[in-house]
């Protein structure tokens, strides 16, 4: 986050995506099944690849923020580290 390569929240995520900003997205497992609806709609919409392997809790944690349900990821030098 402090890099600012990542953008958390789905009011953020749906500004950056049809800039062609986000390059993957980290959906939690635990989010509601109308959340996870818009998200997957709209990354199928702009063709970005979905992770749901992980919790609300992980996802929050990695960032060190609360209660984040959606993560996008901005840049594509911190993409290639992530899927390592």
């Not at 099944?33 to 709609?41: L, M, N, P, V």
């Not at 809790?57 to 923020?65: F, M, Q, R, V």
């Amino acid at each position: 986050m402090r890099a600012r390569g990542l953008v958390s929240g789905e009011e953020n995520l749906f500004i950056e995506l049809p800039k062609g900003n986000i390059h993957y997205i980290f959906l939690a497992k635990d989010a509601s099944e109308a959340t996870k609806k818009r998200i997957k709609d709209k990354a199928n919409f702009y063709h970005i690849d979905l992770n749901e392997d992980y919790t609300s809790e992980a996802l929050s944690h990695a960032i060190g923020k609360e209660n984040r349900m959606v993560i996008g990821v901005l840049n594509q030098g911190f993409l290639k580290i992530l899927k390592k």
